[in-house]
């Protein structure tokens, strides 16, 4: 069972009431990053995929601590040049000419990963334009259907990238461009694998792949980008095992690896804490109605599973009639929405719960508030807090 560093522990105690927050750890987001990078071989580049968590404080640490930041969106974009990052890649399947333009232009080294020959197109007309060289990489939707685990984005339809069959016209229009210098793949397949020793194959993969379509287009490729997708299970019951997926990497090649991490090194570094506001039983279940719900944290909602909670304990209790409390059974956890579908988690065991308790949701550092919809209903947004 996680339980709830001394830190955030404190945070949550001078949060106001009612209470609705997320902590953000920006302290052991740097020390996830750190240990990321200490386990890695030298050669490898890691970015932070800042759709995760686009919060600019956040994407700051990432900026100093990572190697550079992948973006995709011009929105991300302002977001990381202003955070102070020295390298993007900037990736996405609808860039605009007014996206590309700010690619293009942006001070610092950014690689543009092309997703389609038309996007190839208006990127060459506006490098032309502007005057500027470009590095790009093909965002390739392989054949093969790798890795094995979930969330597959490749070697099925997507709107991702450009079909491995389209790639010769794609290299062969690119190499018309004046302007545009081919620097690498970019192979992005997967989200949320939990497995080590499947990612450490599909790394292998990718070279393989990069190796041979490098011989037959005779192209020279500087980064391999294998994208993100190392996962975090939201339920806390399996964990990747980075360790092992670092030992794969020393013994295989791994020059010019790029990874684009998101929900691996942001997840673990956010805490939901949302306070229970009424206790109520109907046919024959209970509900524990938070101040808060899924317009906050959509993840339980968009993937349908129960978020783990922890009780904390809050011994206020401001009125004169008697506490509601609960005791040794199982609640679902639903918000202030007025939709039954706002559920964090279906029975949730809790040994104790009173009205006024908080619960206290760990690993919603990613995709949480960033895909959440805030303003249905129109309540309060949450507080936010970043512990340094
Ligand atoms: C979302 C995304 C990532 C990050 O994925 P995670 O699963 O959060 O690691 C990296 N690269 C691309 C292109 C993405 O779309």
Redesign the pocket.
Known sequence: MTTIPSRVDDAISALPAPTCAYIYDLAAFRSRIATIRTALPDDVTV?Y?M??NPESKLVAMAAAHCDGV?V?SGGELQTALTAGANSIVF??PAKTDADLRAAVQAPVSTVI?VESIEELRRLDRIACDLEVDVDIAF?INRSARTPRGS?I?TGVATP?GIDAKHLAEAVTFARTCPRLRITGL?L?A????LDAEAHAEYITDCFAFADETAAEFKLEFATV?A?????VDPEGKQSFDFDLFARRLHEIKTAGLTL???????AEVGWYVCEVVDIKHTHGRTFAVVRGGTHHFRLPAAWGYSHPAIVRQCHDWPYPWDRTEVTNTKVNVTGELCTPRDVLARDLHVERLRIGDLLVLPRTG??AWTISHHDFLSHPHPVVVFLD
Not at 190 to 193: A, D, I, K, P, T
Not at 227 to 231: A, D
């Open positions: 970015l995929a759709k995760a992948e995709a990736g996405g990963n965002r969330h984005m991702f970019h992005h997967v989200s949320n694998n980008n994208g993100g997708g190392i996962g684009e991490l998101g929900r691996y090194l942001a990613a995709y």
